[in-house]
């Protein structure tokens, strides 16, 4: 008999494995909100899966009563549209400003110090001051993303582009290259997947910026409905909206993965 | 045996949310949040007069701060919790209607001037027209715009909703995007402290609509009626040590507005627009009048059309609330009730 | 005149004396193979042909000019590994010098100019027997056709110099072979002059026109970084010569040991 550490799952049995933490999350959960309810039918803590079910077919299915709208709908385009505009500026900035600061000296002596500065700030905590830099509405959201990881960002694609062999660099200089060219033509063809690469990294914290400021002020959104409903303890609601942003992040993450190995191939085969 | 062998693993598995069961005991526990109404509480814990009581009728009772209001309702909603402070809204729209049959064991006071819609630069309410209004949706505050707004003419769809955290309302208002916000002390008096700010409606306008309550579950009551008394007789001994101008009064304001984050200036400023019933007897009075009934009425049919009944009740009287001055809605379903018992027997000195 | 000159060349770090009073004269078209035991100042000696560092006192002269402090097309260059640039197929590698030429905003051409470029590459990678090979990665070819691009890509600039950094170590010796033949032949045909580093003798001894050795003629062995290296050998080679090869060897092997 080989020792344990010698030995591995099948397909089948890796299968199964991966499945069973969720398969047992799931009676225990059955089990404890079965538990609460025959003590008190209308327990709003850990509803039935059907009383679940009924949530998501009211909000995901039928327009709402009070404005005729889809909300489920409603409030995932509006919160994709905020963490789409929000990681998208985000990762241009930090394309830039990483490569830059990484391939220029003079640049990065003068903007590295003050970007780990920044990045060290909780944006959460300065809240009040970016009320009033960018208001309360749709810019404020979208600036919270920005401001929670660009700095990541930068920081990352800096090191990225600093890891370049030099090998590299003088190669291309023995090849006429200007900075300019070096920059273009090396450094940011390189950085494109580990923008990709961090991005995706990144997007984790990106949706929790985005909870938080729809927490904050809004009027639609995922995080929005999930602090309003919060509020009633509708956790008949709150579940399969956590489920379901849980699925979108997955989703998102899925498709920058794919791009990348679509787009990028070398980077995907040299790492 | 067969059924208990089968539920045993998961209900040990879940032990922690398993709901707390309300059978005869003697140690409960009780939760408050800070605002102008509750501070009481913490003074009454900290100087052990809550304690006393419960050593007189041999239960203990433990006195727990949550710092946040909603959280603490939830809890006290999820049975962690044998009692909790809260407003009547939140009392019909959060636990009552979560299943958890509660009863309003002691109605502290009413919001007079606590609650206020504030705009910038304008001072007429009827201004509001097409304004975006920062609140927190499906509050006493959501409530009182509604009030407000029904006063000039106008409805909800006049205006935008937009749901405010209530930890950044007042940095909200500094910020040029908001112009009406409605809030409670003490975030309404800061936001009133910033410049072009007026107060356009407030609740001294609907006086007694808004109450503050000590709401504790119906079942644990009725099997244990000590932790009634001994926590209205709690109650009413720190309302009489803190009311008045003698030292101990303002000592025990001191120490209340210093839980609260202010002094004892900033605390009188917040009672003063508070109706506090310091006498056990107003208190029953104010719980036994017809109006009590007629705001609950209101609040109910209020609390349906924002869907705070759940989205499937079919009317706002689905809930069944009893009052001493009678039932509004559903008598097969009361779960939220108002009782004058413990605070007559305060009032009678029979605690 | 000779193209590069060597006057009392020295190179510090602080006071680490890596290479001192070198003295040499290198005439167009000759084939240098510089070896050494590791740590004896065979890459600060590319470094200063590179332009990357500055000697210290002395002049390194290009044309009885200072050789310019900074990479540029007069010095092509082939390392022992990441010379090519991973993103581009060998084609794209190859263009890539007629390219950053041709556009120096975008770095790139198109159309009929174009065509010529990838004419002119093809015709390169096929002369480094990469025909076959036009569209692949670089981390789809092996370490010898990797190399054969490396080589192709810094020919195609046409460089007076080109500079060798141990650009077969990692190579099978059979591959070694084809490579020797292949750069051979590239430095008659192009009629470059050659600064290969190595550190296999043998490589050295066999494959340039002229070998230097690169070693510490004084070594404290308390303190071996107080002298630096000089050139102790400087032979015309080419030929079999085993006994030079051997005493030359086994005199390096003791102050690679001495370094430690």
């Known amino acids: 008999m080989k020792k344990f550490i010698n030995r591995h799952p099948n397909q089948y049995g890796r299968w199964v494995l991966g499945i069973l933490p969720f398969v047992l999350l799931l009676i225990l959960y059955v089990a404890a909100s079965n538990a609460r309810l025959a003590e008190n039918p209308n327990d709003p803590l850990l509803p039935s899966l059907m009383q679940m079910g009924d949530a998501i077919q009211r909000m995901a299915f039928e327009p709402s009563k009070r404005t005729g709208e889809y909300l489920m709908l409603q409030d995932t385009l509006a919160s994709l549209q905020r963490i789409g505009i929000g990681v998208g500026v985000s990762a241009l900035i930090g394309l830039i400003f990483g490569i830059a600061n990484g391939a220029i000296p003079y640049i990065r002596a003068t903007l590295s110090p003050l970007i780990v500065g920044v990045s060290l700030v909780p944006p959460m905590a300065i809240l009040p001051i970016l009320f009033i830099i960018f208001g309360l509405e749709e810019l404020a959201k979208v600036m919270l993303i920005i401001v929670g990881i660009t700095p990541f960002l930068i920081r990352d694609l800096q090191q990225r582009t600093l890891e370049i062999p030099e090998e590299q660099i003088i190669k291309m200089q023995t090849l006429g290259a200007n900075t300019w060219q070096i920059v273009t033509r090396l450094a940011l063809p390189q950085i494109m997947p580990r923008l990709l690469a961090t991005t995706r990294l990144a997007l984790g914290t990106a949706w929790i910026f985005l909870i938080a400021a729809e927490a904050i002020a809004a009027t639609e959104g995922l995080g929005y409905r999930i602090f309003l409903v919060r509020r009633y303890l509708s956790m008949d609601v709150i579940l399969p909206y956590v489920m379901w942003i849980t699925l979108l992040a997955l989703m998102i993450d899925f498709l920058l993965a794919r791009i990348s190995r679509w787009r990028y191939p070398w980077f995907h085969a040299s790492s | ?351 | 005149m000779a193209m590069i000159e060597l006057k009392n060349l020295w190179k510090e770090y602080g006071n680490d004396v890596v290479l001192e009073r070198l003295n040499a004269k290198v005439e167009a078209r000759e084939f240098v193979t510089v070896v050494g035991a590791s740590g004896c100042g065979k890459t600060t000696f590319l470094k200063l042909m590179l332009g990357i560092e500055d000697p210290t006192r002395g002049e390194l002269l290009l044309d009885g000019e200072p050789i310019p402090g900074e990479p540029d097309e007069t010095r092509g260059i082939v390392f022992q590994r990441y010379s090519v640039m991973p993103h581009l197929d060998a084609v794209g590698n190859v263009m890539l010098a007629g390219e950053l030429e041709a556009s120096r905003w975008l770095g790139r051409v198109f159309g009929n100019r174009r065509r010529k470029l990838r004419d002119d590459a093809i015709a390169m990678l096929e002369e480094v027997g990469l025909g076959h090979a036009l569209d692949k990665y670089p981390h789809e070819l092996s370490g010898g056709m990797q190399q054969r691009l490396a080589i192709a890509q810094a020919l195609i600039k046409r460089p007076r110099i080109l500079l060798l950094d141990e650009p077969f170590g990692a190579l099978d010796p059979g591959i070694r072979k084809d490579m020797h033949e292949l750069v051979l032949r590239l430095w008659k045909e192009q009629n470059l002059t050659v600064f290969m580093i190595t550190h296999d003798i043998e490589e050295g001894f066999f494959l340039g026109t002229r070998l230097w050795v690169l070693d510490k003629d004084r070594l404290d062995p308390q303190a071996p970084q107080a002298y630096g290296a000089r050139i102790t050998f400087d032979l015309p080679v080419g030929r079999e010569d085993q006994k030079t090869y051997e005493s030359i060897s086994s005199r390096l092997d003791t102050t690679a040991r001495a370094i430690g």
């Open chain 2, 1 to 351: 045996m067969l059924l208990k062998k089968r539920t045993l693993i998961p209900l040990l598995l879940a032990g922690a949310m398993l709901p707390g069961t309300a059978l005869a005991k003697d140690e409960f526990s009780v939760c408050w949040s800070i605002y102008v109404g509750w501070m009481p509480w913490d003074y009454g814990d900290a100087e052990g007069i809550v304690d006393k009581w419960a050593d007189k009728y041999d239960i203990e009772i433990d006195v727990v701060q949550i710092n946040n209001y909603i959280e603490s309702i939830n809890q006290y909603t999820s049975g962690r919790f044998d009692g909790c402070t809260m407003t009547n809204m939140d009392a019909l729209t959060i636990p009552a209607s979560g299943g958890v049959d509660s009863t309003a064991l002691i109605v502290g006071d009413f919001s007079n001037g606590n609650d206020g819609v504030v705009m910038k630069d304008e001072d007429e309410l009827a201004e509001i027209e097409g304004n975006r209004v920062n609140l927190v949706e499906l509050s006493v505050s959501h409530y009182l715009l509604a009030r407000g707004l029904e006063t000039v003419g106008l409805t909800e769809r006049d205006i935008t909703v937009v749901n405010t955290s209530d930890s950044d309302l007042v940095s909200a208002f500094a910020s040029s995007d908001v112009d009406t916000v409605v809030t409670w002390n003490p975030l309404l008096s800061s936001v009133l402290e910033q410049p072009n700010a007026n107060l356009v409606f407030d609740s001294s306008q609907i006086p007694g609509e808004i109450i503050d309550l000590m709401v504790v579950n119906t079942e644990t009551l009725e099997q244990n009626p000590k932790f009634g008394k001994a926590l209205t007789g709690a109650w009413y001994e720190i309302m009489a040590t803190m009311n008045g101008s003698d030292d101990p009064a303002k000592e025990a304001r001191a120490h209340m507005g210093d839980a609260a984050g202010t002094d004892r200036e900033g605390y009188e400023s917040q009672l003063a627009n508070t109706r506090m019933f310091y006498e056990a007897s107003e208190a029953v009075e104010f719980t036994r009048s017809d109006k009590l009934l007629d705001t609950m009425q209101r609040v109910a049919e209020f609390s349906f059309k924002h869907g705070l009944l759940g989205e499937g009740a079919p009317r706002p009287d689905v809930i069944g609330i009893e009052t001493p001055a009678g039932t509004y809605g559903n008598e097969q379903n009361v779960n939220l009730r108002f009782t004058s018992e413990f605070m007559q027997q305060a009032a009678d000195g029979e605690l």
